[in-house]
């Protein structure tokens, strides 16, 4: 059903596209980096100040957007024409932040200078659905009467997600002159898409005037009394029905709070000793909770706020594996979402090949409109193996028959995409080349376009075979081997051993560079391998192709300076020509490729790297918000009294960032389950140095709900088995020399 548009075209006069000015916030008289408070609720954010405003121009990644589109571009509050002044600002999960301000100094009245603090602002914002709830209270402490004019300016540019982060537009859609009524300002826009989307803004009580867009109250505050206001703020989309009704803010705050409840009901309980890591799993758990979208009946997890709310084919996959053991519903919901989305045709425009797993869909105005080809969009190399891989490990943990043969079709198009599609010339590699104008250059997960180079800083040429792009073909086709040999497929299984094999032997004679003693990250179109020492190899650790020797020695180099920033492994060793600490894939520092290794690593048996590695990650999340990992930061060389450096527009939360803290636990403690066989395997657990103690409760394996405690004592991490509910299940605790 379509929502109902909220004004006529008979009421809409037309009116130029906005050319804001660029606009940066001052403090002190110095350009001021804004510490952002981010409300999420699916493919709905809203990102703004620790004021609880909304100031564009000067810091482009805040607003209200639905959808991939800003509704918001602007929110301001003042009061006697001033900003507030900012005491305290928290959120609770991702779906509400509440804010206390005061006025501060400058504000007379009659002569009268109001004294500082003496004016308590509370401003609470809440995320429900499609709906923002914006409430502002103010209480006067003077013992005089007070009057105050409070304001509230907005902006709506309706700018698609890809406009913001700055792709330049030969041609925008119509914008009309806001309508205003007694209680609400309408913002109307129709883009190329055909499509119109409005935003209304709704206020009780009822302003005493709105000028342009700016609505006004004037206030007599008595000594000790408190005013309050309300807003509303709905994003309308033609082609969409609104996914909730406006009620109350207590009520729609009851509601987010039961979902939530009931959502961490379902998941695994992760308690320490360390009360601070405790904060950290929750402020995960919580984005967890919010990045997911429904599609259909199912939901599958958005890659990150603001850049990437939507499904992404290798984020998802590799969020959900890295939340299995948090919850391995969502793995399951995901894979079912994706394989909807299968690729279905050759479709140049959509880098589309039948059985391809895609890589984003989005559905704003400039991919409807065909200026962007991203609806879906199929530009990525690694998702279908990695889509294999969670097929398979989310079987292990959930022995879910059922699941698997309904994604055994999938599974077999998926391979059949590998063999017949992945290799581009014949060599036994699986290879990526764009062939849209507007695609992704690069498709591997380091995406930007100088991510692959040589150690001169050309640019490797496509078709381009990525390092651990063929670590997961192998490991794919060897889990998919065990996989069709449960399910029956016998002569599919020994095909798929024999060509996992194979693509081992055929990797190590051509990736190996002995001179560095490490892996090549690719081979370019002439087969030439870029010689740079990256992170890239550290993922074939994670797949289990390399020999253990092979792997020792990748481990070992993983742990000097060169890559190990003290915070956190680097994308790309210092001493290339072509490092850059602060570039995006050249130098920086992922926490989703730092747990990918680190599990690599554990699967390994190398638990002391491995844990290494976990310490520095959690110090580094000491000095975030809500002491959540970001997208990334920079690979900047750790110093006594450091801090790690913020790279300036990484995403936060990022659902493989807030992912990695689980992964981590999973690969430390050595927890491998089966649950097909009712078995759940502890190999060498290893708590952290940060913890003496864990208890992990309802943790899902199979048909049962698993409770473990996990003790250091001095070298040595004991497990002990709480309970068991549900249906019988085998602990094995083993400790390996």
Known sequence: MSAKLIVPASELVEIPAPHPE????????????????????????????????????????????????????????????????????STEQTFSSQIEMTTGKGITRDTFEIPANTIHIRREQLLAGDILYDNISLENFNFKELEVVVELAYEADFMDVFQVRGVARQQLGHYYKPVLRDDSIVFHYRGLDRIVRETLIHFSPQPVDIEGTTARWKLCLPPFKRFQLHTTISPQVEYRRPRTTRSDFAQQLRNRRDAFAEWASHSTSISATNSIFNQMVATCKGDFHALQIPD?????????????????????????????????????????????????????????????????????????????????????????????????????????????????????????????????????????????????????????????????????????????????????????????????????????????????????KAFWMPKLGFYAMALDAEKRQTQVISSNPGHLLFTRMLTLDRAKTITQRFMREDMFTGWGWRTMSRDERVFNPLSYHRGSVWPHDNSIIAHGIALYEFREPANQLFNALYQAALNFRDYRLPELFCGLQRREHDGPVQY??????????????????????????????????????????????????????????????????????????????????????????
């Not at 350009?31 to 810091?59: C, Q, R, Y």
């Not at 698993?706 to 004991?718: N, P, Q, S, Y």
């Open 296 to 508: 259909r009946n199912e939901r599958v997890i958005a890659a990150g706020i603001p850049w990437f709310a939507t499904m992404f084919g290798r984020d998802s996959i590799i969020a959900a594996y890295q939340s299995l053991l948090l919850n391995p519903q969502l793995a399951c919901e995901t894979l079912r979402v994706l394989a909807l989305h299968q690729g279905k045709e050759m479709n140049d425009w959509r880098d589309e090949e039948p059985g391809k797993i895609l890589h984003e869909y989005r559905e704003g105005e400039m991919t409807r409109a065909g200026e962007m080809p991203f609806g879906p969009y199929y530009g990525s190399v690694d998702a279908t193996p990695l889509w294999l891989i969670l097929l398979s490990e989310t079987f292990n943990w959930t022995a879910d028959e059922q699941l698997v043969r309904d994604m055994l079709p999938h599974a077999y198009r998926a391979l059949e995409w590998i063999d017949a599609h992945g290799d581009l010339d014949g060599d036994g590699f699986i290879e990526y080349a764009r062939r849209s104008p507007k695609g992704l250059a690069n498709q591997g997960w380091k995406d930007s376009w100088d991510a692959i180079l040589h150690r001169d800083g050309e640019i490797a040429k496509a078709p381009i075979a990525l390092c651990e792009v063929q670590g997961y073909v192998y490991e794919a086709k060897y889990r998919m081997a065990s996989l069709m040999r449960v399910f029956g497929d016998m002569r599919m299984a020994d095909k798929l051993k024999k060509d996992s094999a194979e693509m081992a032997r055929r990797f190590e």
């Open 22 to 89: 660029p606009r940066l916030i001052y403090q002190d008289g110095e350009p001021h980096k804004v510490n952002h408070l981010t409300l999420i609720d699916g493919k709905t954010f809203l990102s703004t100040t620790e004021a609880g405003d909304i100031m564009a121009p000067g810091s482009p990644d805040v607003g209200f957007f639905h959808d991939d589109t800003r509704f918001l571009s602007r929110l301001e509050l003042r009061v006697d024409g001033y900003h507030t002044v900012v005491l305290s600002s």
């Open 648 to 737: 300036p527009v990484s995403c936060s939360p990022q659902a493989w960032a807030s992912g990695a803290f689980f992964l981590l636990l999973m690969s430390v403690l050595g927890i491998r389950p089966s649950a097909q066989r009712r078995e759940l395997n502890i190999v060498n657990p290893s708590l952290p140095g940060f913890m003496d103690h864990l208890s992990i409760r309802n943790m899902r394996v199979g048909g049962s709900r698993v409770g473990l405690d996990f003790t250091r004592h001095g070298e040595r991490t004991f497990c002990n088995v709480v309970d068991i509910d549900g249906d019988k299940l085998l602990v094995n605790v083993a400790f390996k020399k």
